[in-house]
């Protein structure tokens, strides 16, 4: 009878609180809904990473790798499936983007506000290195003018607009980039993206 009773409670947490799972396990849910955003020029070809966030194919990704122009836009999706796309909407206060891919794809929830102290994932194209994955902890939540999660989940070039993932598999930040207070000085900068409320707000335009 007790264990009955333990078994109970032990389903009703999950079904309440969800069920946490180990990085391995999240990074094996949720990499197909990460993209490579390839932004072509005539003076230059950029990489950033972007979020799938509706099975319709929107791409949730960062305004700044917009900011310097582009003649071409591209996606790249997990199973190496390339499509052209266009900005659907952008806000650089914010600093968030819409593009959107012309096909049926898996998506995102989104989660609840971090907290300090809780593990998160974060994932990417740095360098052009696409499916690249880092894990760290919440260090810090910045309220004010501009609201940014600090987060240890290591991110460099070409990481902006990837998605931040709590171990539930839900999406909780936008990946911006790193604060450096000297780039000469290794292990002094801070990773930082875009929280779940400036995210939440954004997408209410559309």
Known sequence: MINWIVVGIVSLFIT????????EQVIDRTQDKVVKIGIVS??????????????????LTCAHCFTQG?????VKTDNGVVYNTELVLLDTDKDLALVKIMAHTPYFKFGKPVRKGQMVVAFGSPYNIQG????????????GKTPRIVHGAAVNPGNSGGPLVNLRGELVGINEGVIMANPFVAANGLFIAVNLAEIEEFLDGI
């Open 70 to 74: 582009y003649t071409k836009l591209f």
């Open 132 to 143: 690249m994955v880092s894990v760290g902890y919440v260090e810090n939540i910045l309220n």
């Open 16 to 23: 309440v609180f969800g069920h946490a799972a180990t990085p």
């Open 42 to 59: 005539a003076k230059r070809q950029g990489v950033c990473s972007g979020a799938l966030v509706s099975s319709n194919g929107l791409v």
